[in-house]
């Protein structure tokens, strides 16, 4: 009893191999249905979603930090449909966005170039240069998508739990490596593992729900909420007295934490809530 | 390009990059001229530190200063009381009376504070009429920072102008405090206008949540409280009896808190229990509604609608509530209230006693106190201000405090004083620095407040952002850099007619306001665009005008402290200040350059 995360190189096979491990397994396969969700929840498309969590961002998107919104809200919806356990993910970046826990198994598929480009000439009818400069600006997009938002190195096998290189190895090889994996007992659901994961998920929904007016480190623990933020910078366009700059920053730091309690009270699962505000800091 | 030209352009580089990406506070930056451009030889030692003694900064000192004694002693609470009794009921009237009022406050005074003045009236009023709130916020808002317009003083960036009014090493005839009123006064009647037609377009229909303060908030915790009932005695109610035969504490779980005294014609805010209740007294209890009936009932009382004799005594700003906690080693552990006299001695009204799983709203000043036991406490704030300031800590508060000690007796000379400062300014025409700080003086001399709470009011952040930037436009101006760059943008767009320049830099004001420090931005353009003024043959002076007026355009900002502060109370979100916010960007922009252009002579 598991959470599977394939994480895959393009056409390294990584589909089928969750496919095949999810039937195997008799476990639930997802992927798509998260970008869906988070399509629905923003009002976009799922084009512009797949498109957030794939493309590496640009100067004006690091500035404006416009990936990070999709990115917290796919976190969280992958989060509500694991937890439920016994589920295989090959979504994007299941690697990095689902926490280290030992109840989730982390594989990475990887395929020898050569293979890849063979593949992709029989089914998209390219030719060799077309097919390896898709294949390396693929690599490269997907390398620097995790590099930017997690400062992590895809290529890193310290990121899994196993690494497995399709080519001498079939496919069927290797979704019977993953199955005998998953079924020894270090990958057992515990209560334990179950409750960090409802505690993790809670807390990345409740980082969506509050995103709208601030952005926060959000902690839970058995549905005790710890939230971490800061009032946004102010401005002034005249002189303004010590005193009063002092009440703003209270009124606004109250403000502040009814907007979010108000918000956090409704989320079923949540029982305390303790919120740490910075006070804003002013300009003029 | 001279050597001195090619540094100051490096640090013009370097200054407008610290204030896009805000890596340093601006007045960070501001204090880094001052040691940076004296270090590479740009301007003198002397020169540095000259933004410290500036026009400016004494100005912005003194108007802080006197702000602080008005605010200390009541004044503009007073000049609120009738404004709002006066808006009534029409929507237009209330936009029109509060707005032009927190606009006129404004001109003198910080512009949140205007705003922070009018907040909880205008959200009473708008609950009262049925008006969303949102309707009325945003213009008292835009108008709080359109007031900063109408006197020289009322932004940073207008109070800098006469320091930076230098071209060619000559200083350029100052702005008097009123130069530029006819304008600011157009812009505030336009923004008003603006809202009061067009207001149900551009602003939602939307109610953010009051501010209830400390004392309604603390009174819903205690489910034994509803709020506070005023009560008439009856002329007929001949029993003159005292508090303690009435027993309407314990009979009818409510407490008087203050009792007026019609025959002494006496106010009593700290009601003992051999204190006598005679006809055509009237009172004030704080309890359940219903123990108020009962109590009206049995005695024949009258129940006011709301406060009337204690309005004013009573209200938020003058007196409230406050939880307290008995400290550790407090001298009142093991004692009652009664025994230690706890009223004579701490002036405030007990309400409540939280005690273990107890409340205890009767027979309180009976029971023996403890360590750790909560006390709901009514007074005056200020009675709150000295008990919390003794030196023995008997009592820990729990709640904030909201009002502080204030000193009333003294606004008459808070307003002679700043009347003293302007008569200065407008008759004898003495220079704004030395008249506005004789007005401050003569507040600390005759003690509207001490010279500890003036030093305290002070707001050092614009202080030296002032005092850091204004050498920064010296350089800019004194090694020729500004009449460079002005020449080069001339050359390459040729030279247009002064209304246009004047509406270029307008624009180009505004839009540098919402990107970097206001202040910053009039210290980066003045020089600049009064090098391009001479050049195509306008008045340089209307174009430093144009500047600082313009560094005031920040309606679209939600992040502006003023629109911060009515952001949730009106309900608003960021995208109704942009589209409400960019009408009003556009209007500021044509009511200031067609003022200028009809009556200013450009």
């Known amino acids: 009893m598991a959470i599977i995360t394939i994480s895959r190189g393009c056409f390294s096979h990584g589909k089928e191999i969750a496919e095949k491990t999810a039937e195997m397994l008799g476990y639930k396969i997802m992927s798509r249905e998260i970008l869906l969700d988070a399509a629905q929840f923003f009002h976009i498309s799922e084009k512009e979603v797949l498109k957030s969590i794939h493309d590496a961002p640009t100067i004006l998107e690091r500035l404006t930090h416009g990936k990070e919104k999709y990115l917290l809200y796919i976190q969280a919806a992958l989060l509500q449909h694991v937890k439920n356990d016994n589920v295989v993910y090959h979504g994007h970046a299941g690697h990095v966005l689902l926490p280290d826990i030992s109840t989730i198994f982390k594989v990475r598929i990887i395929a020898d170039t050569d293979e890849r480009i063979k593949f992709l000439k029989q089914t998209k009818n390219f030719s060799s240069d077309k097919a390896r400069t898709f294949i390396e600006e693929e690599d490269k997009q997907r390398s620097r998508w995790t590099q930017y938002i997690y400062n992590l190195d895809i290529n890193d096998p310290k990121l899994y739990d196993m690494v497995l290189k399709v080519g001498k190895l079939s496919i069927q090889d290797a979704c019977d490596i993953i199955c005998a994996a998953v079924r020894t007992h270090t990958y057992q659901t515990t209560d334990e593992a179950m409750k960090t994961l409802e505690d993790i998920a809670l807390s990345s929904y409740i980082k969506v729900a509050i995103q709208k007016v601030c952005q926060a480190e959000v902690s839970s623990i058995g549905g005790n909420i710890h939230i971490k933020t800061h009032c946004p910078k102010i401005k002034k366009s005249s002189y303004t007295s010590t005193k009063m700059q002092h009440d703003t920053q209270e009124k606004l730091m109250g403000n502040l934490s009814k907007e979010i309690s108000d918000i956090v009270h409704t989320i079923d699962g949540v029982k305390e809530v303790i919120i740490d505000i910075l006070p804003p800091s002013y300009s003029c | ?602």
């Open chain 2, 1 to 602: 390009m001279t050597p001195e030209m090619i540094l100051t352009m490096t640090v013009l580089a370097f200054v407008i990059f610290l204030f896009v990406f805000e890596w340093l506070r601006v007045d960070v930056v501001g204090i880094m001229m001052m040691v940076l451009l004296p270090l590479i030889g740009v301007i003198t030692p002397k020169e540095a530190f000259v933004g410290l003694s500036s026009n400016a900064v004494c100005s912005i000192i003194a108007v802080i200063i006197i702000g602080a004694g008005l605010d200390k002693t009541g004044v503009m609470n007073q000049v609120a009381r009738p404004i709002i009794k006066l808006a009534g009921k029409s929507e237009k009237r209330i936009i029109i009376l509060i707005s032009s009022t927190v606009g006129i406050i404004s001109s003198m005074m910080q512009n949140i504070g205007a705003a922070a003045l009018f907040l909880p009236a205008a959200q009473r009023i708008s609950k009262r009429i049925g008006v969303p709130t949102s309707r009325i916020l945003m213009p008292m808002g835009f108008c709080a920072i359109i007031g900063g317009t109408i006197t020289l003083i009322g932004a940073s960036p207008t109070i800098l102008l006469n320091d930076l009014m230098v071209l060619g090493g000559n200083k350029l005839e100052p702005f008097g405090l009123f130069t530029q009123t006819p304008i600011g006064i157009c812009l505030l009647f336009s923004a008003i206008l603006y809202f009061s037609f067009f207001g149900k377009f551009v602003l939602p229909e939307a109610g953010g949540e009051a501010d209830k303060g400390v004392t309604a908030s603390l009174i819903e915790e205690y489910r034994a409280l509803d709020t506070m009932y005023e009560l008439h005695i009856p002329a007929q109610w001949e029993k003159s009896k005292s508090l303690e035969d009435l027993g309407i504490r314990t009979k009818f779980l409510l407490t008087i808190i203050a009792i007026n005294v019609s025959d002494k014609k006496e106010k009593i805010f700290v009601p003992r229990s051999v204190n006598v209740l005679s006809a055509n007294d009237d009172i004030v209890v704080v309890g359940k509604e219903k123990n108020v009936l009962m109590l009206a009932e049995e005695f024949g009382w009258q129940v006011k609608e709301g406060l009337d004799v204690f309005a004013e005594s009573l209200s938020r700003t003058n007196a409230g509530m406050a939880e307290t906690i008995v400290s550790p080693r407090s001298e009142l552990i093991g004692k009652t209230m009664s025994s230690v006299n706890f009223k004579e001695f701490y002036d405030v009204n007990p309400i409540a006693l939280f005690k273990g799983n107890k409340i205890f709203y009767g027979g309180l000043t009976h029971v023996k106190l403890q360590m750790g036991d909560t006390l709901l406490l009514q007074g005056p704030w200020e009675k709150f201000h000295m008990l919390r300031n003794r030196p023995q800590k008997t009592l820990t508060f729990s709640s904030a405090l909201e009002g502080e000690i204030m000193r009333p007796q003294k606004a008459s000379l808070a307003v002679t004083w700043l009347l003293i400062a302007l008569a200065q300014i407008i008759f004898l025409k003495i220079q704004l620095s030395v008249a506005l700080m004789s007005g401050a003086l003569g507040m600390i001399v005759t003690g509207v407040l001490s010279i500890d709470e003036a030093y305290q009011s002070v707001d050092w952040m614009t202080v030296f952002l002032l005092a850091g930037l204004i050498p920064l436009g010296i350089a800019f101006e004194k090694t020729g850099t500004a009449a460079f760059i002005a020449h080069g943008i001339l050359g390459l767009i040729g030279h247009p007619p002064p209304i246009i320049l004047l509406a270029v830099i307008g624009i180009l004001t505004s839009f540098f306001t919402l990107v970097i420090s206001n202040v910053g931005a009039t210290v980066l353009l003045v020089p600049l665009c009064m090098n391009m003024a001479v050049i195509a043959g306008g008045d340089p002076r209307m174009a430093a005008l144009v500047v600082g007026l313009s560094a005031s355009n920040t309606f679209v900002l939600p992040t502006h402290q003023v629109n911060a502060l009515i952001m949730r109370p009106g309900g608003y979100r960021t995208v109704d200040y942009a589209r409400a916010g960019a009408i009003m960007t556009v209007l500021f922009l044509f009511v200031e350059l067609s003022i200028l252009y009809l009556f200013y002579g450009i």
